[in-house]
Structures are given as C-alpha cells and as structure tokens.
C-alpha cells in the first residue's frame, strides 16, 4: 500500500491512490491508475505552496508550508490573515491549530466536510485515504484529445456499499507522462460536483510533477481553487518530532 | 389611639405631598416593572417549550440512543427501520406519530451555498404531529413529488420564491453526495426563527430514495394528549426494548438546553428584581428619613406633652406603611392593566430584533402571561417591606430625648 500525507491530497486530490500487486502490462483502467499513482509516489517531502480562493469577485491568497511523510503530514500556513494556522494529519486523523486561541481541534464528523480554509476541497476530500481499489472499480472507456493532449479516460464507480463522498469519478490521463490532467468527480445521480484540472507541470527529480492545478465546485457560479506548487523537494529528511501532536502547539 | 396615629400619618404625608407622591410613583414603577417582566419572561418561555414542541420535539421523541454524539446529528450516521412506527401509533395515550428523516444539506442556488437543515416528511401525516405554521407563498407538499417547503427567511436571503428550483447537496446512507433538485412549491412563516432560516421540508420518500435509505428514518415524534408523558415514555421505551439501539426521550429532554436557559435566566431575574425593589425601598427610608429630621422639634413637643416611644415609632410606620400599600396597589393596578393588553395583543419581539437568531427558539409576538398569586405576592411583600424600611429611622426619632429635640 502506497503512503500519502495531507499533501498529496492537497496537491493530488487528483489522484487516485492505488496499490495493484502485479504488473501493468495490459492498460487497464486500473493498470492505467497505478502508473499514475507511480509517477506521484514518494517517500516525503518538503514544499511551499499557494492557494487562490476565488469566489464571484473576491479573492484569498493563502500560502503554506508542507512537510509530508508516509501518511502523516503537517500543513502551516504562512499568510499574515492565518500566520501560525496549522493542520496535522497523523495516518487518518485530522489536527487543527488555532494560534489566537491557543486551541487544539480535532476534526471529525461534519466538519470534514466543510470546505478547507474557504476553498472548493473538503477537508475529506484532502484525507484522500489510499483505499482507494477497495472502494472504487475503474474501466478503461476510451481516448480522448484533451487540448492537444491524447488521454485515457478511465471511470471509477463505488463498489457495492463502499462509504466514498463520490459515487463515481472520470479521469483523464496523459498516455505519455501518466499525468492525470482532469478529474470530474460525481454524486449518486450522476450529477457533476467537482472537477479537477492540472494546469502546468514540471520535471522534478526525473518525473513529471503537477505544479499547478485549479478545483471548480460546479454547483457554485465563478468558484475556483488554485494551488500552485511553489517549491518542493522530494524524499528529504524531516526531523522525528515535527509530524506530532506535540509540534502542533509550538 | 391607632385612629388618631393614622390620621396624624396620613397629614403628614400630605403636608409633604410632592415627596410622597415621588416616592410613591419609584415603588409603583418598581412593582410595576417587575409584575410585567415577569409576564413577559414567562410569555418567552411558553412560546419557546411551543416551538419546541410543535415544530422540533413533538411531546415524545424516539431516536438512536447515540443520535448527536461525536457530530453525528442531521447525518445518516444513525438512521434506522422505521417499521416500529405503527406499534407506537397504537400505543394507548399517543394521539399522533410521524417519522422523519433529518439530514445535513447544502443548498445551492447557482451563486449562493448555504447549509440547510433538510426535513424528510410524510405530508399527509406530518401536520398531526407537528401543525401546519402559516404560509407566507404557496403550499405544502405532494408525496412522491420532487417539492420543498422552505423557511421564508431563508428563501428571502436567497432571493428563492415559490417556483424556483434549488439543487440541495447531502450524504446518502454510504456517506456519498448525491445532489438533488426539488421545486418550491410553499415558503413558511412561522414564530420559530430555525425553521425560517434554516430549515427546509421535502416528501419524504422522495428523500429515503434519493438517499438510497428507503424505509430509513431519523426520528419518530409523538404527540400526545396524555399529561403522564413519563408514563408513556416508559410504555414506548418497553415497545422500544427489542430495538435496543432506541431511546425515547420527552421535549423536556431534548430541550434540555433551552430549559436550562430558562433556569438560570429565573436566577438573574430575580436578582434583578430584587435590585428594582431595592431602589424603590431606599426612596421609602428616604422619606421617611426626612420626614423624621424635618419634624425633631414636632416629635420633642409631642413626647413633651406625654406621647410614648411607641406611638411615635407607629405613626412614622403608618406612614411608611401608607406610602407601601399605596404605592403597590397603584403599581399593581398599572401592572394589570398593561399585562391586560400584552396578553391580549402581545408584543412584537420581531420589531426589537429583527429576525435576529439569539439563540432563542422565538421570533415574532411574544404574549404575557397571568400570574395572579405574584401579584397578590408582589403586593403584600411591597407592603410589609416598605413599613419595615420606616422602622429604623422611626425608632431614631423616637428615641430623641425631648428636651434636646424642642431645642433644635
């Protein structure tokens, strides 16, 4: 089973975490995932990242420092309106920090569900567990040129009685670099939620990396969700007792 | 002697009508405050239970026993098979019961998103339990219809009118959105300021299908006529014993919180009332005070000529005793005649606060309620505590040797 954190999730809510034991050697629709996931996979990291919350004509910039390790990650924000705002996610547990009230919040039940700091991601959408094969069964439906792109469009449904926030997802990947350039995500009947799109990647480290992405809530007029990947290094050392409790309040 | 002692009190009053009457009026105010105060904490709290009862709680409610532990309320989280519905309307003592589903809900409008309490109802059954409030547009609900019933509060900061379609986004039983589109057929107007801003009514089947949950509900409400509601708790909790997972809880229970607002909200009015008698009794000592230190040389003449101490002190307490039983009585009248009038008419709350949510379940005109023993309280505790205020500054002057006192 592949490890991801709290950043993963922010920057790849995109992607389908996938562990399949065997090798990829018909393109399947989940053969198609777990390169994807391959392409995205690392040990930890360490990155800064800026997030543009758009919403009919107001605007909120939001920048954070992540650092990210197996399934544990702690996001802080750096903005002066959150400076010192901090997230932690220990494998499925979610931690929040207020600095002004000194205050230490699990997030649980609704409130998961609520938008993350404003944006068009729920918190549940960012705790993207790596279940995902359990949950979902994907289907290869076809190609398609998405600009000047050839994709693979590959359909996840939930399995019977699955718990998922959504019923299905369609997503399109690059047949060259694996990089999942869009995702729509769906509600019981059918109806388009979320889409999520890759606008700019980068070669980092041999592998190519989204470095730009926008979340659209469709049920909402002139809603969008940048994150831009700032700057960000793979597999690096994070010292023992910084993804803790602990750290939280310091 | 008492007669002349009275007589005596009286024309003295008089001699000094501006003060009396000044003093007079602080305790009449006083009395009156407190009378009409009382009548309208107690209008706030008939009119909250109310609410709770015809729009919240129903008389009974049966619920998961771990219903909104750990954020789990307006969730599927614990839904359950609602075929225990027909043994508690057979239940001797129930003159009504209906389930519904309760969920969490998003309801977007294309621009605006805003959260919903959305309400699964049977329209048919529905208003046995819980009466049908007035309707600001439209109507209520067809069974099986895509429809929804809206607070007109709500409606009104959404710019929602009857007719409209709103997309509402929830969690089906597995915990997936599902987003559903229902026509407003009726905007509500009720004095529960919850329901017209947050709450929104759809059949209920149409729910339980569009959340995969059918024959799933949250909760079943009873109405009763029955005034032994623990009784029938204990008779619904026994039906409820081989669902073990059941709780059946009264409208004091689940109103709890709002009970216990108008607890400690007792405590603070009474220190409050205490503090408005205090003030009107402070202006009894005065008066009689003054009364006192004016009249040395009267009292020295007096006592000269054989009065007793005694006397003397009873004529000082006549007058603080004139000025109590005046005073309150007027007070008292006043009261009545304004409570007369809030109990008819009411007061409109809604004109001093908006639809403003105070953590109240009441918006709109609040009514006044009889307390006759109060006043019948307020009364003699008016009475008897304004002669007592006289008795110190009286035993003062009593006490004054004559010869000193006719030399002032």
């Known amino acids: ?250 | 002697m008492s007669q002349v002692l009275l007589r005596l009190a009286a024309r003295n009053l008089w001699r000094q009508r501006r003060r009396t009457l000044l003093t007079l009026s602080a305790l009449a105010f006083g009395v009156l405050i407190l009378l009409v105060m009382d009548s309208l904490f107690a209008g706030f709290d008939d009119l909250g239970s109310r609410n709770l009862i015809d729009f919240e709680t129903g008389h009974l409610q049966i619920r998961h026993q771990d219903y909104g532990d750990d954020g789990t309320s307006l969730s599927m989280d614990h839904a359950f098979r609602d075929a225990y519905l027909d043994s508690v309307r057979s239940t001797a003592g129930v003159s009504a019961a209906v389930s519904r589903l309760t969920v969490f809900g998003q309801l977007h409008t294309g621009r605006e998103e805003y959260y919903i309490q959305t309400v699964g109802v049977d329209p048919a059954a529905d208003p046995q339990v819980f009466p049908l409030p007035e309707f600001n547009a439209g109507d209520w609900l067809t069974p099986g219809e895509f429809q929804m019933v809206m607070g007109g509060r709500a409606a009104e900061l959404l710019d929602l009118s009857v007719g409209d379609y709103a997309t509402v986004v929830m969690r089906t039983v597995t915990g997936a959105f599902q987003a559903l589109d229902f026509q407003i057929v009726g905007l509500l107007h009720t004095p529960h300021p919850k329901v017209n801003r947050m709450t929104a009514y759809v059949p209920l089947d149409v729910l339980q299908s569009g959340l995969l949950a059918e024959g799933m509900v949250t909760e079943i409400t009873v109405r009763s006529d029955n005034r032994d509601l623990q009784g029938l708790q204990t008779q619904l909790a026994a039906l409820a014993a081989d669902r073990g997972e059941l709780e059946v809880s009264t409208w004091q229970q689940t109103a709890a919180a709002f009970l216990a607002i108008g607890e400690s909200k007792a405590a603070v009015n009474g220190i409050f009332l205490m503090l408005i008698m205090l003030i009107a009794l402070v202006g009894v000592v005065n008066t009689v005070l003054l009364g006192a230190l004016e009249r040395t040389r009267e009292i020295g003449m007096l006592k000269a000529m054989g009065m007793r101490e005694r006397e003397v002190v009873g004529e000082f307490l006549y007058e603080s005793f004139i000025i109590g039983a005046i005073g309150s009585l007027l007070g008292c009248a006043l009261a009545v005649l304004f409570n007369a009038y809030f109990v008819q008419s009411g007061i409109d709350f809604g004109v001093l606060v908006g639809d403003m949510d105070i953590g109240y379940p009441i918006s709109g005109v609040v009514f006044g309620v009889w307390n006759w023993p109060l006043v019948l309280v307020v009364f003699a505790v008016g009475t008897v505590v304004s002669t007592l205020a006289g008795v110190l500054p009286a035993v003062r002057a009593a006490r004054r040797d004559p010869i000193w006192a006719l030399r002032q």
């Open chain 1, 1 to 250: 089973m592949r490890r991801r954190g709290l950043w993963t999730g922010l920057v790849l809510l995109l992607v389908l975490n996938l562990s399949i034991v065997g090798a990829a050697s018909e393109l399947t629709g989940a053969a198609i995932m777990e390169r994807v996931d391959a392409n995205m996979h690392f040990e930890s990291s360490h990155s800064t990242m800026e997030m543009v919350i758009q919403s009919g004509r107001r605007e909120m910039v939001k920048e954070m420092i992540i650092w990210s390790e197996g399934e544990d990650s702690l996001v802080e924000f750096t903005n002066p309106g959150d400076r010192g705002t901090k997230y932690l996610k220990l494998d499925d547990e979610l931690w929040m920090f207020f600095p002004d009230a000194e205050d230490l919040v699990r997030i649980s039940g609704h409130m998961l569900r609520q938008g993350f700091m404003g944006s068009d991601m729920s918190y549940e959408d960012m705790m993207v567990s790596d279940k995902l094969t359990e949950l979902y069964s994907f289907e290869l439906v076809g190609e398609e040129t998405l600009g000047d792109r050839q994709t693979y469009v590959v359909e996840a449904k939930a399995q019977e009685g699955a718990e998922v926030s959504y019923a299905q997802r369609r997503v399109w990947v690059d047949t060259d670099s694996f990089v999942p350039w869009r995702e729509e995500l769906y509600a019981v009947g059918g109806r388009l939620l979320k889409v999520m799109e890759i606008l700019e990647t980068a070669e980092i480290d041999g592998r190519t990396y989204p470095i730009e992405m926008a979340v659209e809530d469709k049920l909402k007029q002139d809603s969008r969700t940048y994150v831009r990947v700032k700057d960000i290094e793979f597999d690096v050392d994070i010292p023992d007792d910084l993804l803790s409790l602990d750290s939280l309040t310091f």
